[in-house]
Each structure stands twice: as C-alpha cells, then as structure tokens.
Nanobody, 115 residues
Framework: QVQPVEFGGGLVQPGGSLRLSCAAS????????MGWYRQAPGKQREFVAT???????SYADSVKGRFTISGDAAKSTVYLQMNSLKPEDTAVYYC?????????WGQGTQVTVSS
C-alpha cells in the first residue's frame, strides 16, 4: 500500500518552532506534488502547503510567512518548517503524496501549541 510517513510532531510553546518531515512512499507511481494538510479537533481537514517536483511552492494564507515547505530529492523527503507557532496551529498534520489520479495520505502526526 502506498503511504507516506510523517515524523516530527510534538508539543511546543506559542512562538516556538517545529519541523515536520515526510518520507514519500517509493513505488511505481509518478509523484507530481507533495504537501501538508492539517485537521484540528472538530474541524475539517485544511490545506497548509504544497511543493511540486520542480520546486514550486504554495501556502495557505494562514501560514504564509511562518511556514516553509521544502524537499530533499535524494532522500525522497519533504519538510515543513513551522515558525512563530500559534495555538490555532494545533492539529494533526498529514502528509499528502500526489500522483496523476491518486492521492496518498500518511497517518498523521500531532502538533500541539500550548503553554
């Protein structure tokens, strides 16, 4: 089964930083994009950031200027550097691996921003 794997979640104080990583599932599917989505308790899953294989990035307005998505092709890994974290950033963060006609999701990693 194709499933990326997330690492790096945890507890951090407001204003702090955290870096998430996602190891893409290596297989026969051509990867077009990798991205991060999040889901807070009682809310729907929302877009956070994406990066294409060519390096083009996109961000949700709520995280622009604070989060940075990047990739390491040699390691088949994408990262999400989160700075100036706010309590409203608290959510389960999911890695998304996109191929033509398919979306593959990781199991998620919990990020909690609290004092």
């Amino acid at each position: 089964q194709v499933q990326p794997v997330e690492f790096g979640g945890g507890l951090v104080q407001p204003g702090g930083s955290l870096r998430l990583s996602c190891a893409a599932s290596r297989g026969i599917f051509r990867i077009t994009d990798m991205g991060w989505y999040r889901q807070a308790p009682g809310k729907q899953r929302e877009f956070v950031a994406t990066i294409t294989v060519s390096g083009t990035t996109s961000y949700a307005d709520s995280v622009k200027g604070r989060f940075t998505i990047s990739g390491d092709a040699a390691k088949s890994t994408v990262y999400l550097q989160m700075n100036s974290l706010k309590p409203e950033d608290t959510a389960v963060y999911y890695c998304n691996q996109k191929s033509p006609g398919y979306d593959f999701w990781g199991q998620g990693t919990q990020v909690t921003v609290s004092s």
